[in-house]
């Protein structure tokens, strides 16, 4: 037998407050075309004052566990991947853990950027292999629009806020790959070299502050794309599957000009990509899993569709996620 996990519910969340572009126009020298233009982007949402990650990530999880039917109770693991905690400490995943009344098991936080969903999600997969917990919680959630400076326009442009969710659960299959859903593989990586292309410029330890986003836009395009199109390879050829073998692209939202170029390394139809940067812009973390949810609910992903999740963010980290829905 082998030991696998499985996607068994989802769920998202995004505040109320709404910007478009032309809203965003009138404060910072940008126009809705630029904007449209390089990036795909037309809105996004954006939290209230006193409206924190885990608020988002609270919702998004409320919604994920009815989605799968389980009670906290039967929740031994949360694993939250976020860049924008609401305090240094304690993590976003214990505060989940005291909100929805889980009393055993373990909370942690995984700091990965933009990549925080697949890696909380490729190390919760890992865990519930090992035998270490049987229910999990994976949820992506940021607030990335309080790292932004609202003055710098080759960034406040590009980021919103939400949270997304899954619950995973261990199972036993005789086949792996024939196995009617579950996670088939994940790949992680990172490359800390290259830091001063994509950080913030302020932290606990240096500023005692929380700083403010910094970033080279051209170069990280590039290497987005670079390391996007060898990460989906990775999980194909890992799988010893074809690019027509995928029924679905749900990538990391940053740029519909970086989604397309992956689809076109897979020969993806624009139908088979779920696109949902238009309204929510990058939300870090959270993308994945709301863009999952949204394509769940209005119907378009259905049970045994085969899934490629990819994402590529600031550390540089990157990765991949191939799962049987
Ligand atoms: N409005 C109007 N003009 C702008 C704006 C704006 N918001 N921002 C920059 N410009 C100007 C620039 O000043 C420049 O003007 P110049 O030619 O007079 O010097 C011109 O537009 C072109 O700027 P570029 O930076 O070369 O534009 P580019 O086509 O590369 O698009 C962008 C910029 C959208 C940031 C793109 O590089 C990008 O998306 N990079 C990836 C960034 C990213 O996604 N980061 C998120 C984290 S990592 C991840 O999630 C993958």
Redo the contacts with the bound molecule.
Sequence with gaps: MNHISQLIGCGSYLPEQVITNEELAKKVN??DE??AA??GIKQRHVAKEGEYTSDLAYEATLRAMEHAGVDASEIDLVIVGTTTPDRTFPSVAVRIQARIGMTAGVAFDVQAA?SGFIYALSVANDMLRAGTAKTALVVGADTLTRLLNWED??TC??FGDGAGAVVMRAAEVENKSSANRGILSTHIHSDGKLEDL?YTDGGPSSTQGIGQIV?E??E??KH?VRNLAEVVIEALEANDLKDDDIDWLVP?Q??KR?IDSTARKLKMPQEKVVLTVQNHA?TSAASIPLALDQAVRDGRIKKGDLLLMEA???GFTWGSALVRW
């Design positions: 940008t126009s630029w904007i390089r990036t933009c326009r080759t442009v590009l994509l970033m836009g051209p990280v395009f987005a990391h940053a740029n970086i990058n590529m963010g600031g």
